[in-house]
Structure formats: structure tokens, C-alpha cells
């Protein structure tokens, strides 16, 4: 406990004066004999007693008076965490006084002793229990506040910078709020106070001056992903608890959404109890009212990369509020912008790209539901890399997820070769790979052809990026050579291995093995049937399903026979195998500069019902599996899906560069018209990671320009508009850890609480009013007797 005006406590001397008017006062009477009253001199003696009891009753209530009035002026404080413990006791006191009072009332009244005894011996109890209390909440509880006003702070403020604090209410967005009252909160701090502004980047000490955090909180911007609220906080405290001054606080300024806490590091509930005493954790919400967010989900894309003149398709999905304040019907468009290698540049200041064109467009009606999805196409893409925007036409506060952005790459293809005794099967590869194949569209009959293996001496192989030998018999020596240079060269090789290789001992030792990633032991057939299940369901051939690997029913595929792969090479990489674990069935390796993708169960194959199937990927009414994993491997073998064209905002986005295709150099190109150089390092373009959603565009100069770029988006989840209520709050960082506030008047009552203790004055003003009416009614009491005796005499 400390004092405002602790000088004044000296006025508790004159609680002196009742005590000396009691003592020198009295007039001793004197004694006359008087032989009437020798009959009542028995019932004097017995009034007597009660008479020095009230009697020193009013003497206490006096006493009592003037000692808390002296306490009240000099104004005790308590620390705020101490408030409800001294309360409670003080309640027990209140109670073991009435008790106290009670017991004097019965023995003054001549009650049976076991009333007034017990009500002392409770009472006498009740003091123990109060003054042990008492004594053990001001010596084991938190320091006291320093009562100079001006002494140094050492501060944390934590402003939120998620998504959702871009929401705008009364043309001011939660994030400005939340600056300006960061801002407010540096200007009342003392001027030599240390403050750390956790708006960014990491904060390693409490190095700034109110002035430098102001100007650091003023620079701070809205991030594209939400933040880990509550790991900074710990951070904070720990930060804070260390320094060595004694006034601590911590402000985190938030609109309390949901998503920047749910990600609590592990212990942070005891770094709050731990830290609690000696820190003051403010939680200001700036949220306000919680009005209508339309949003769109992820994009979801059929490929990042395709041939030129393929369609590429995008499914969103379009969520409403729950009421709507413009109606439940939402246009989808989809804007893809212009192919023009001279762009962009910055002129005047300002970024100039390619012109958009809206390309599709749908109507959503949300009369009935809450979401509904759509898919959005382009179509016939011509080389290079397209970046498109799906825009949403309704209006909300938070603009942030009304619109999504997209990057595919369009390659010209690597012209294919498939090597393959049947014709049909040859064909139905071709079209897989090119489905232009046969139409009047430009580059279909270049990008693939079809040879029987009686041909495969003569051909060309150098005109071709990727070989795919179907069901390949025992080839020659000299054939098997020549597909292996083309390989080494660089080239790809798919291989889709069936019956016509025969028995295992004949392609031990053969030429053909050279070509494959481990040893051929077996042609397993199984009598408890197999199905498919992904060990590398991020390889690039999987990247034709997009973000759907996880979810197809691989289980509904058997596998009933294959050949069983040992000793695989080092640089073997399983991509799919059996549901037994251990069974490769789709397996990568190198070989020289190129690479090889080896099926060890044939695929396609047709149920004829004369050949004996050797799985159900094909002998389906939707083979769309086995047509996904055959062009997957097609594309990842050609070069295509090596990069990944979009991200998400924090990710570290890097792209592949070989300067023998692109520059060395590149100028990168900000969406808010900022550059910046990047150079090649090990074949590889680092680009960092980017905090604000929108296109990247590279552009850089081999020859003629050459432009690339990518796109950065904002996860869908992190603009879910969902408060966190305070229960929730309570029960994450603990009961009674921290203050909350709502607007500057509350804040400023509760930092003058937390800096300055919980002043008692009220209470012991309180107390002094209810002495005071005791002593009244008790001196009322006393000289009503007197005066009746008086009279009586």
C-alpha cells in the first residue's frame, strides 16, 4: 500500500484527544453514605459493568473516526491485483467487527455466556484470519505502483496488422484506428520512457523514445496474412519483464478478430500468470461494429502451367453475409491481361502494365445459401505467362478479399514421340498429350507423332523433348543406346512397362535395363488386391490435379499386377506406390541431364477381356486418373510445373532460371509501382517473400524484352470475419491477466488504475460515514441513559 499524500497521516495523532478527554475528563464523585440506597447498592454495582462498556464503545467509535478520516485524506492505493484480495479481506474484518460488537451488545445486555462467548471466539478469529490476509497480500503481492507520474514506462505496443484490420467503418479503416491510438497512447507516456513497437519485424529491445515509436507506428502497414497475436505478446512480456524499470506495460491494439490468436504458442498462459504482477497487459479493441463481408475463396487452378493454345479454368467459391445489405446476387469476373513484353515500366511515378480485358464473366445468386461456386475459363493461351484477376463486384468494407489473383504459364510444348505397336493406344496417347491432335487448330500435328519400335532405329530422336515407349518389348542394343543419349542430353523418357518384356530373368542383364531405376525381380499378380496411394503427392506430376491429391479416391483403383522394382538407384524417387507402403509403382530417377519416369503396371489398357488387366485405372467410364497421371508425367518430363507461379503472401518465392532460355537479369516490379534488381544465383531467381497480395511482374531484356512474373494472394481464412469474445480471451491468457478497453476514456481510466495502484479513498470514506453513524447512534444512546438517570436522581 502506498499514500498520495502520505504527510497527512500524521493527523492520526489526533486520535489522541478522545483518549485524553476520556482519562483527565471524568471527575472523581464523591462518596457519601446515604442508608436508603444500601439496598440498591448491589444493583449499582451490577450496572456498573454495562455502563463502562458503552462507555468505551463510544470511546472506539471516535477513535475509529478520526484515525480513518486522517487515512482518507492521505489517500492509500493499492497495486490493481491486489485490489480483490485486500477487499476480501476487508469484508472478513467487517464481518469480525459486527461479531466483535455483537459479543459486547450480549455481555452488556447480562445474555447467557455461551451467546457472547461465542460470538468473541468466532470474532477473535475472523480478526486473525483478516490481519494474516491482510499481511500476506501486501508482502507476497506485486510492487506498488510509483506514485510519480512522471517516472519512465518500459512499453510494448503490439498493433495488429491482419487482414481484417482493413476493414472501414465510418470511412476509417480498424488499422488507422489502431495507429491513431497507438499514437495516443506514445504522447501520455513520460519522455525518457522505452518503448518497442511490435509491427513487423522482430523486436529485439526496447530501443525507442515515444517520439522514434510514433514515427515507427505511422510507417507500420497492413499485411496480406494474419499475424501471430498472441506469439508476439509472449514476446513482449518477456521483452518488457527484463528491463529494469519499474513501471511495465504491454498494449496490444487489435479488433479482437479470431485468426491472430488461435495460433497461442504453447506456455503462453504461464508466461502471462508468470509476468502478470509486474506487467500491465492493456487490450484495446478498435474492432467497432461487425457489418457485411462478401468474400472469395482460393483460387483453385486446373494447371499452373499448360501448352499454348490450351484452356485453362478457375474454380472460386463466393461466400455472402448473413445479411446482406445490398441484395444476395454477386457478379465473378475474370480479367486477364494482354501479353506485351514492353511492360511494365514506371512512368511519372506511377506503374503502367498491360491492359485487362474482361474475359468471363458470372452471375452468383445467393438467395437461398451462403455460398456457392463458380468456375471461371480462358481460353487458347499463347506462350508466356498470363496473369489474371477475378473480381468481385460487391461493394463491402473489407476489399481485401474481393478480388484474386492468378499467374499460368503457357510453354510451347516439347514435341513427344510415342513409340507403340498398337495404334490405338498410340493414338489415345497422343491426344492425351496434345488434345489438338487431328483438329484445324494451329501445332497440333507438330507437337506429337506416333512410330511402331520397327521404326524406333531410324528415327529422329533429337526433334523430340520427350520419348514414350509403351509396353516396350526387349529392345536392341543399338536402339536402346540411342534413346539413352537422347536422355543424357536433357531429354525425358516415359516408360510404361507391360507384358512384352517377358520374364524377369530375360530382362535381367539386357540392354533395356540400363534404362530403368532398380532391378526387375518380379511380375507380382496378387491375390489380395492393391490399390494406389501417393508418396510424393507434391511432385510436379501431380500438379495437373492441382490441390485435390489428398482428396482423390485412390482406393477406388486396383492394381492387380506389376513388376517389382529392387536396388533402386540413388537418385530414384518414388511418386506413387501400392497400399502395401513399400511397392513402387510410379518411380522418377535421372539419367545424364534428363530424366525417366518409370510405370511398372501398364496403363492405358483396354478391357478387351482376351488380355488379362493389370489394374482398373483405365477400365473405368471416367479413366480421369490415369488420363491425369499419364499427362502429369508427360508435362513434369518436358520441364513444365518445375515453378510454382502463385503463392501465398509470406512465402519464400523463388523461380528457376536457366540463362541458357532467360536473362541473368531481371527487374522486379511491385504492385504498388516499387522495383527493385534481381540476378540469377545458381540458376535460380530468389525473390523473397512479399507481404501484400497482388501481380509480380519480371521483366528483362535477352535479345528482345522478355517478360515473367507471378501472383501473391491473401489465404481466404485469415478474412473470415470471426471475434474472439472475451471468455474466450480470459480462458486463453487467464482470469483477471489483463485490461480491456474499448475507447480513450476507458483506456485512460484503466492505465491511471494500472500505472497509479486502486485508490481506497471511497471505501475508507465509506467507512468513515458508517463510524460516524455509529458514534452518533451510540452517543445518542449514552446520553439518553445518562439524562434519564440524571432525571431519575
Not at 485468426?259 to 502478470?276: I, Q, T
Not at 490399390?531 to 486396383?558: E, K, M, S, Y
Not at 510405370?599 to 490415369?626: E, Y
Not at 544465383?681 to 523473397?688: N, R, S, V
Amino acid at each position: 500500500m502506498s499514500f498520495t499524500h502520505i504527510s497527512l497521516l500524521a493527523g492520526m495523532a489526533v486520535v489522541t484527544l478522545p483518549i485524553l478527554l476520556h482519562l483527565f475528563g471524568q471527575r472523581q464523585p464523591q462518596t457519601v453514605e446515604f442508608p436508603a440506597l444500601r439496598f440498591v447498592r448491589q444493583t449499582a454495582v451490577e450496572q456498573s459493568t454495562s455502563w463502562q462498556l458503552r462507555h468505551f464503545l463510544l470511546l472506539l467509535f471516535r477513535i475509529l473516526l478520526l484515525g480513518l478520516l486522517a487515512l482518507a485524506l492521505a489517500q492509500p492505493r493499492v497495486h490493481n491485483a491486489l485490489h480483490g484480495s485486500l477487499m476480501g479481506s476487508a469484508g472478513v474484518a467487517l464481518l469480525a467487527a459486527l461479531l466483535t460488537l455483537a459479543a459486547a451488545v450480549a455481555y452488556a445486555g447480562r445474555r447467557p455466556r455461551a451467546i457472547w462467548a461465542t460470538c468473541l471466539v468466532v470474532a477473535v478469529a475472523l480478526w486473525g484470519v483478516a490481519g494474516w490476509w491482510t499481511y500476506a497480500s501486501l508482502t507476497s503481492g506485486p510492487k506498488l505502483p510509483a506514485s510519480d507520474q512522471s517516472a519512465p514506462v518500459a512499453v510494448a505496443i503490439l498493433v495488429d496488422h491482419s487482414p481484417a484490420m482493413g476493414y472501414v467503418y465510418q470511412n476509417k479503416s480498424r488499422f488507422d484506428a489502431a495507429k491513431e491510438m497507438a499514437t495516443w497512447i506514445l504522447d501520455q507516456l513520460p519522455v525518457d520512457s522505452r518503448v518497442g513497437v511490435f509491427s513487423g519485424a522482430p523486436v529485439r529491445s526496447l530501443a525507442l523514445d515515444p517520439a522514434a515509436a510514433k514515427s515507427q507506428v505511422q510507417r507500420a502497414e497492413l499485411s496480406g496474412r494474419s499475424i501471430d497475436l498472441a506469439g508476439r505478446l509472449r514476446a513482449a512480456l518477456e521483452l518488457v519483464a527484463q528491463d529494469e524499470l519499474e513501471r511495465k506495460e504491454v498494449y496490444v491494439i487489435t479488433d479482437l478478430d479470431r485468426r491472430p490468436w488461435v495460433s497461442a504458442p504453447p506456455g503462453l498462459r504461464e508466461a502471462v500468470e508468470r509476468f502478470g504482477n509486474q506487467v500491465l497487459i492493456q487490450v484495446v479493441d478498435v474492432g467497432g461494429p461487425r457489418e457485411a463481408n462478401w468474400r472469395l475463396s482460393d483460387l483453385q487452378l486446373d494447371a499452373e502451367a499448360v501448352p499454348s493454345g490450351s484452356d485453362v479454368g478457375i474454380q472460386v467459391t463466393v461466400h455472402r453475409p448473413e445479411r446482406p445489405p445490398a441484395g444476395n446476387i454477386a457478379t465473378v469476373e475474370l480479367l486477364q491481361e494482354a501479353l506485351d513484353p514492353r511492360l511494365p515500366i514506371v512512368r511519372n511515378g506511377q506503374l503502367e502494365t498491360a491492359r485487362q480485358t474482361v474475359v468471363d464473366r458470372q452471375v452468383v445468386d445467393l438467395n437461398d445459401k451462403d455460398s456457392a461456386g463458380i468456375r471461371l475459363q480462358a481460353v487458347n493461351l499463347a506462350p508466356g505467362t498470363h496473369h489474371f484477376t477475378v473480381r468481385m463486384d460487391q461493394s463491402d468494407p473489407l476489399e481485401i478479399d474481393n478480388q484474386r489473383f492468378a499467374s499460368v504459364v503457357a510453354y510451347e510444348q516439347d514435341p513427344t514421340l510415342i513409340v507403340s505397336d498398337d495404334p490405338e493406344i498410340g493414338r489415345m496417347l497422343q491426344l492425351i498429350v496434345d488434345p489438338r491432335v487431328g483438329t484445324a487448330e494451329p501445332g497440333g500435328q507438330r507437337s506429337t507423332a506416333v512410330i511402331r519400335y520397327a521404326q524406333l532405329s531410324s528415327a529422329e530422336l533429337d526433334d523430340y523433348g520427350v520419348l514414350c515407349l509403351y509396353d516396350p518389348p526387349l529392345l536392341a542394343q543399338a536402339d536402346v543406346e540411342k534413346v539413352r543419349q537422347r536422355v543424357s542430353a536433357g531429354g525425358g523418357l516415359l516408360l510404361l512397362l507391360g507384358p512384352r518384356l517377358g520374364v524377369p530373368q530375360q530382362v535381367q542383364g539386357s540392354a533395356i535395363e540400363s534404362l530403368l531405376p532398380g532391378r526387375l525381380v518380379d511380375q507380382a499378380k496378387y491375390q489380395t488386391i492393391q490399390f494406389l496411394d501417393p508418396a510424393a503427392p507434391t511432385h510436379p506430376l501431380f500438379h495437373v490435379f492441382g490441390a485435390t491429391v489428398r482428396d482423390i479416391p485412390w482406393g477406388q483403383f486396383p492394381v492387380f499386377r506389376n513388376w517389382v522394382l529392387a536396388d533402386l538407384r540413388d537418385s530414384a524417387q518414388t511418386v506413387l506406390r501400392l497400399s502395401d507402403g513399400t511397392t513402387p509403382l510410379i518411380v522418377e530417377h535421372g539419367l545424364g541431364g534428363g530424366q525417366v519416369v518409370t510405370v511398372t503396371s501398364l496403363v492405358p489398357q483396354a478391357d478387351t477381356g482376351r488380355d488379362a488387366l493389370w489394374n482398373g485405372l483405365w477400365a473405368t467410364d471416367d479413366p480421369w486418373v490415369a488420363f491425369g497421371l499419364l499427362l502429369g508425367a508427360i508435362r513434369s518430363l518436358s520441364g513444365a510445373d518445375e515453378d510454382v507461379v502463385n503463392w501465398q503472401v509470406g512465402a519464400s518465392v523463388t523461380l528457376r532460371n536457366d540463362t541458357r532460355v532467360y536473362p541473368a537479369r531481371w527487374q522486379l516490379f511491385l504492385p504498388d509501382g516499387q522495383t527493385r534488381r534481381v540476378d540469377t544465383t545458381d540458376g535460380m531467381l530468389l525473390l523473397g517473400s512479399f507481404e501484400r497480395p497482388g501481380t509480380y511482374r519480371l521483366r528483362g531484356i535477352r535479345g528482345d524484352p522478355v517478360a515473367r512474373g507471378f501472383s501473391v494472394n491473401a489465404p481466404a481464412e485469415d478474412t473470415v470475419l470471426e471475434p474472439i469474445g472475451a471468455d474466450e480471451l480470459a480462458e486463453l491468457l487467464g482470469p483477471n491477466s489483463f485490461r480491456l478497453a474499448r475507447d480513450r476514456m476507458e483506456l485512460e481510466s484503466s492505465i491511471g488504475q494500472a500505472r497509479y495502484g486502486s485508490e481506497l479513498y471511497s471505501l475508507v470514506m465509506l467507512l468513515v460515514a458508517a463510524m460516524f453513524l455509529a458514534e452518533q447512534a451510540m452517543s445518542n444512546r449514552f446520553y439518553q441513559i445518562k439524562f434519564r438517570r440524571y432525571q431519575g436522581t
